[in-house]
């Protein structure tokens, strides 16, 4: 079985984002999409902390301490940028005006259900930041995540077992593996991480895989 | 009209134990330290404090959690990276706890800034967070009724003030704080720097009428 590194994800992930698109990058690994944005596309990242126009980290000894991304990270603005306060930044998210968001993810099932912000663990405090309100306003929804779970257990499901984010939600997930879209079928193939066969990535998804529609 | 204070001690002296406390910040970022060390100086405790996260270390809201003077959370992000007092006390069930998607936890306080009775929104439809509240069918679409959130005091951090109370920002130092500003009672505001002149209208994010007072202190840990 072949797996893609994270960066490699990354990069696949970047391939499909439009130029002249409004993106948001979800916490953790979807951050690292930006740097692998193909060479001549414009595209404008948007953090929920009241920035449009997210640049790249800053050199060592150059932070601004209060210039952080989502991810509480330091960042830089880059030219044409907007700083604004939560209620706007958040009419941005649930008003529909940001294109594309890529979100990590606990769990997904086949009907586009997302699970990405509590656990079953009544001891682990939940956590849900912004990511409920991503995914009801903003139109397509790209999950990254490895394929299974630590233990070899699948997180593409028929149906979510943790706490929902959002009902219906996804519209595509890349993981090291695979590509899929949700559709009204299920999930459907879009592509297989070269050197994988359809029966081996069906064997660690915990729902039926549809082939491509014939072209 | 001049709302500027000495010093931080006068700014929190209004605090009483049991009151709802907005403190702006989203992570490091836009966090008025000077105003909780004061607050934590001050004593006041039973509070309820609304933030987006829950502190992190052994700063800011974390050290109001350490010192034991918080009843309740109410926040979108409570556990973050180091955020080791908020699950110290959330563990051993010393304190409450509401979970608000970010975006319904801003609306909300803008609602009750706003003088609105509540919002309807889709964040949350069919979700554990959306259990026993009111829904609708909009267009097509679920959506959730969610009520104001008002606070008897908000503290928050801002670059620049004038004695009229107006505020500007750095960067994404603003988050929360503005929307706070509309929905305390009492607001005060600690900056890096008093401006003797007026702000240039054109330059207020914050307008005066937001905020009760200002005090200044440019350290920022």
């Not at chain 2, 910040?25 to 105003?35: A, E, K, M, V, Y």
Request: glycine letters at 12%; a negative charge.
């Amino acid at each position: 079985m072949i797996s893609l590194s994270d960066n490699a994800l990354a990069a696949r992930v970047a391939r499909d984002i439009p130029d002249g698109s409004y993106v948001n990058l979800g916490i953790g690994k979807p951050t690292h999409v930006s740097a692998f944005l193909p060479e001549g596309r414009e595209v404008i990242y948007h953090s929920e902390n009241g920035i449009l126009g997210v640049g790249p980290t800053p050199p060592a000894g150059q932070e601004d301490v209060e210039l952080i991304d989502a991810s509480k990270r330091f960042v830089t603005a880059v030219p044409g940028a907007a700083y604004f306060e939560h209620a706007d930044s958040f009419a941005m998210m649930r008003g529909g005006h940001i294109d594309i968001a890529v979100l990590g993810a606990y769990q997904v099932a086949e009907n586009g259900d997302l699970a990405n912000w509590a656990t079953l663990d009544e001891k682990y405090p939940p956590a849900v930041g912004g990511a409920m309100d991503l995914v009801v306003g903003v139109p397509t929804i790209l999950v990254m995540m490895r394929h299974v779970n630590r233990d070899g257990s699948p997180k593409l499901l028929r149906r979510c077992t943790f706490p929902l984010t959002g009902l219906g939600v996804v519209s595509r997930i890349y993981t090291d593996l695979a590509v899929l879209d949700v559709t009204p079928e299920g999930f459907r193939l879009v592509e297989l991480t070269p050197g994988n066969s359809l029966s081996e990535v069906q064997a660690l998804t915990g729902a039926p895989i549809l082939h491509p529609m014939p072209t | 009209m001049d709302k500027r204070l000495p010093d931080l001690a006068a700014a929190v002296a209004p605090i009483t134990d049991g009151a709802v406390v907005m403190i702006g910040g989203f992570g490091s970022s836009g966090i008025p330290f000077g105003l909780i060390a004061a607050l934590l100086e001050q004593g006041a405790s039973g509070l309820t404090v609304i933030s987006n996260n829950a502190g992190a270390g052994e700063t800011g809201i974390a050290t109001l959690l350490k010192a034991g003077r918080v009843a309740k959370v109410i926040c979108s992000y409570p556990r973050t990276p180091g955020s080791i007092w908020f699950e110290r006390r959330f563990e051993a069930g010393e304190i409450a706890l509401e979970v608000v998607p970010q975006g319904t936890l801003a609306e909300r306080i803008r609602a009750a800034g706003a003088g609105l009775g509540g919002f309807f929104t889709p964040t949350g439809y069919g979700t554990l967070l959306a259990q026993g509240k009111e829904t609708r069918i909009i267009d097509g679409v679920g959506h959730v009724l969610e009520a104001p959130l008002r606070a008897d005091f908000a503290l928050l951090r801002a670059e620049r003030a004038d004695r009229w109370g107006n505020l500007s920002f750095h960067a994404t130092a603003r988050n929360f704080n503005p929307v706070m500003a509309m929905a305390a009672r009492h607001a005060v505001a600690e900056v890096r720097q008093l401006s003797d002149e007026p702000l240039d209208p054109e330059q207020v994010v914050t307008p005066g009428i937001f905020v009760q007072a200002v005090v200044e202190y440019g350290v920022r840990p």
